[in-house]
Nanobody
Framework: QVQLVESGGGVVQAGGSLRLSCAAS????????MGWFRQAPGKEREVVAT????????YYTESVKGRFTISRDSGKNTVYLQMNSLKPEETAVYYCAAKSGVYYADRAYDYEYDYWGQGTQVTVSS
């Protein structure tokens, strides 16, 4: 069992930056791949970025490549999402999730993830 708590959301102007954090409980954090997903009003949830359990492999959706960075600190049981050059269309609730099993660096689907946080709101104003 893993419990996830996101933080770091807020309101930022277009072009600004935010860093999201996801604190995980449980001793087996390092055995889970982690992901960040987002859901905008009226839209389906989509993957943003994922990271393998060792932190050696990552995946980014095309629209955030070069602007967002996912990382993890196993000593702190925390995964981060650094978001730069934010755009108004990236306004959404951002969710942290954890999955066991095989990690794929070339794809990510939300149904593969076993545990989810409650989400944190990110609002990008124009």
């Amino acid at each position: 069992q893993v419990q996830l708590v996101e933080s770091g959301g807020g309101v930022v102007q277009a072009g600004g930056s935010l860093r999201l954090s996801c604190a995980a409980s449980g001793r087996t954090f390092s055995s889970y791949a982690m992901g960040w997903f987002r859901q905008a009003p009226g839209k389906e949830r989509e993957v943003v970025a994922t990271i393998s359990w060792r932190g050696t492999s990552t995946y980014y959706t095309e629209s955030v490549k070069g602007r967002f960075t996912i990382s993890r600190d196993s000593g702190k049981n925390t995964v981060y999402l650094q978001m730069n050059s934010l755009k108004p269309e990236e306004t959404a609730v951002y969710y942290c999730a954890a999955k066991s099993g095989v990690y794929y660096a070339d794809r990510a689907y939300d149904y593969e993830y076993d545990y989810w946080g409650q989400g944190t709101q990110v609002t990008v104003s124009s």
